[in-house]
């Protein structure tokens, strides 16, 4: 129920920046749209993920981000 209701929010705020560039002239709305869709289905994979996969890699994931960092 969190998630539809947080889903819903995000389609309004979407809908009322639509709205402001109607006004503006601009297209925020539609790289906020692409953007929003983007990370929907990157959470879809995220949540797909079995846990255990992810605790082998944690490791190597924790290795590769110190050295991008150094």
Do not use: K
């Not at 947080?6 to 402001?20: D, G, K, Q, R, S």
């Amino acid at each position: 129920m969190a998630a539809l209701a947080t889903l819903a929010l995000c389609a309004v705020a979407v809908e009322n920046l639509a709205f402001t560039d109607s006004l503006m002239g601009t297209t925020y709305h539609r790289t906020q749209t692409i953007w929003f869709v983007i990370g929907l289905a990157c959470a879809g994979v995220v949540a797909a993920v079995d846990p255990v996969y992810v605790r082998r890699l944690a490791s190597v994931g924790y290795l590769a981000l110190v050295v991008l960092l150094a």
